[in-house]
């Protein structure tokens, strides 16, 4: 933990706050075309450019608050993993959620479906996946976290192979959207606003039961103790992460990293109350998205990247250097 920023939470999340709006911004002036960002803004604001409309309000704007309910739906949901199966490298994937979307939304891009027909495809998959590694992971005094968490890497190992084989067997002419896809895509994005209300929701929610999370951090037998009702909690927590994954893998592919690292590095920085943790995750989340969106569309320009691929890019170096700060001193 980094005591200076643990000492001011406030001032912490007020940081986060003011990157997240500059990541934005900067995604909103910044693209593959068009005019520089002082053009944009003055036709913008004087109303005299209907292509510096166009380029903002239909373009570049919901793609990036996609970008942003996405990473903050993502790291909400690592948040929630990390808290069910006490565990640091647990992710939204681990149970095999993405596995189960992408396996349903290849095919649907196999079949030659549009973006409505692969998304749908994909919120179907997750939500099977989700059913299946619930339904197996059931046993003697119900389910436990080791069992869930082995349940999960077989079902993800079993979807990743059913992905090899459908890129191996795959049209040559669609295995590049399909492989982006695999790696975060957001051009399949459409309207942010159901991100956006879903993370509206989930941020004042977590917020609110971070007494009872932060106490099942510390273990079963201990929350028992004090009062928590470990089962429905972990129901939910199970519920929760589930959907917030499913919500985002349907509107932006599998964009992974970010709900694995952004929780740690958010503790690492304020310690571990979900008080802090949660809104903190979100933000940092987003703002990693949106900073990988922005380079994804212009480092190649006019050849977009995978959004996958840069938020590990993005973000390694970051907590990398935030853990080594982190470091107790020898």
């Known amino acids: ?25 900067a995604s909103i002036s910044l693209g593959s075309a068009g005019p520089a960002p002082a053009a944009l803004w003055k036709g913008l604001i004087a109303g005299t450019d209907p292509l510096a409309r166009a380029l903002v309000v239909t373009l570049r704007l919901p793609r990036a608050l996609t970008a942003f309910g996405a990473g903050a739906l993502l790291a909400l949901a690592g948040v929630c993993m990390q808290v069910l199966l006490r565990n640091p490298l647990a992710d939204p994937y681990v149970l095999g959620l993405s ?28 939500l099977g996946a989700t059913l299946t590694v619930f339904a197996l992971a059931q046993g003697p005094g119900g389910w436990t976290p080791t069992r869930l968490l ?30 982006f896809w695999l790696m ?4 399949w994005a459409g309207s942010p606003l159901g991100l956006l209300l879903l993370t509206a929701v989930a ?44 919500a985002t893998v349907t509107s932006v592919g599998a964009i992974g990293f970010v709900g694995l690292v952004t929780p740690h590095l958010v503790r690492l920085a304020l310690g571990s109350d979900h008080r802090r943790v949660v809104p903190a995750a979100a933000l940092a989340g ?41 470091q107790p001193a020898t």
């Open 99 to 126: 596995g189960g979307a992408a396996v349903a939304a290849l095919g649907a891009m196999l079949l030659g479906l549009g973006a409505f027909g692969v998304q749908s495809a994909a919120f179907l998959g997750a």
């Open 184 to 187: 975060g895509d957001l051009s």
């Open 203 to 246: 941020i004042p929610a977590g917020m609110i039961a971070a007494r009872p999370l932060n106490v099942l951090a510390r273990g079963d037998v201990q929350a028992r103790l004090l009062g928590v009702a470990v089962t429905p909690l972990r129901g939910a927590l199970f519920g929760v992460a589930s959907l917030l994954t499913a």
């Open 286 to 326: 987003g703002t990693l998205v949106v900073v990988a969106d922005l380079m994804s569309r212009t480092l190649l320009a006019p050849r977009q990247l995978p959004v996958g691929a840069l938020t590990a890019l993005v973000g390694v170096p970051l907590f990398l250097v935030l853990m080594r700060r982190a």
């Open 150 to 179: 082995l349940t999960g890497v077989v079902v993800a190992a079993g979807t990743g192979a059913l992905v090899s084989l459908l890129l191996a067997a795959g049209d040559p002419t669609v295995l590049r959207g399909m492989v």
């Open 1 to 25: 933990m980094l005591p200076f920023l643990a000492k001011r939470p406030a001032l912490t999340l007020t940081l986060l706050a003011a990157l997240a709006a500059a990541a934005l911004l």
